[in-house]
């Protein structure tokens, strides 16, 4: 079926309704005020409805005309998008490609990576994309990434794509070294509860666990007074304060072995996640993105459970 939506009359009619009148509209438009008029006489007619209506004060919106409109703008919005990621990828030498990586994932497993395939692949350049799956999982499955480094699903979430496992993280309570609870050997819940939380939304999986702990304890789930996606906050609150928080434990790699911050003992959940590679089924990672997926699962295979 033709689609009778001319996407150049739909910016004509959103210039009449955000002017107020026809004569205003084609000035700003650099047209007359007859052509402007006969464009959305033709659109009213492509598509079988009334979009003006006219009167001795001037002319009126119909319910249908701010419906298209308010499409049309979302339409240019993504064409903007469109535009900036075409200019993006223009911008970028031929022999570089992008991925997308966890912030779990970004705190050792990628670095460590790097190190090595920076010296077995000279000269190509990598634009890694930072982010949390919901965000992730998309540029995967439009080709904006040659892959995706972050937690997996235990089956296919989306039949375009496909995983690869590369090893399993826990998630822990961290507070930093100094801080009350630190050094105690035996925590419940309820004194878990009597300090501040900084955790990530409601709706991701390790939150959705650390409610089921306070649950198990009786207890409501704690009221987060911080939510956030940034792992830079989260680590630079519980630095600087008495703040708690709950996230893989991988995360927190670095900054344990300086003892900074501290994984709590004596408290803890069952919760895991699987951390993995995710790629388009019908894709074919270029020869580079091979070898750095190769460099991946080597260095995943030497973690060692702590």
């Given at each position: ?41 033709t659109l ?8 003006l209506r ?211 003992k004596g ?40």
């Open positions: 079926m033709a689609n009778p939506l001319d996407l150049r009359r739909l910016r004509h009619l959103a210039a009449v309704l955000s002017e107020g009148s026809i004569s205003a509209a084609a000035a700003r438009l650099g047209l007359s005020q007859p052509a402007l008029s006969a464009s959305i006489k009213e007619a492509d598509l079988g409805v009334q979009l006219r009167h001795n004060l001037g002319i009126e919106a119909t319910p249908t005309a701010e419906l298209l409109v308010s499409h049309g703008r979302q339409i240019d919005q993504q064409l903007d998008v469109a535009l900036d990621a075409v200019a993006t990828l223009n911008s970028r030498d031929a022999s570089g490609f992008s991925i997308g990586c966890g912030p779990s994932e970004a705190s050792r497993l990628l670095p460590l990576a790097l190190n090595r395939w920076r010296s077995v692949v000279p000269g190509v350049r990598l634009f890694v994309e930072y982010g949390l799956n919901e965000t992730l999982m998309p540029m995967v499955r439009r080709g904006e990434v040659a892959f995706a480094l972050s937690s997996i699903p235990r089956s296919a979430a989306h039949p375009e794509l496909q995983h690869e496992p590369l090893h399993v993280d826990t998630a822990v309570i961290v507070a930093r070294v100094g801080h009350p609870l630190a050094k105690r050997r035996s925590l419940s819940a309820k004194d878990l509860a009597a300090y501040p939380w900084v955790l990530a939304r409601r709706w991701e999986l390790e939150r959705k666990a650390l409610d089921e702990l306070f649950a198990q304890s009786g207890l409501k789930p704690v009221q987060a007074q911080v939510e956030t996606t940034s792992a830079v906050l989260m680590k630079s609150l519980l630095l600087h304060s008495d703040f708690l928080t709950f996230v893989p434990h991988e995360m927190v790699f670095w900054e344990e072995g300086a003892n900074l911050l501290r994984p709590l408290v803890g959940s069952m919760w895991q996640r699987h951390v993995g590679i995710t790629t388009r089924r019908d894709a074919t990672l270029p020869p580079q993105a091979q070898r750095l997926v190769q460099l991946l699962r080597e260095t995943a295979q030497k973690f060692s459970r702590r």
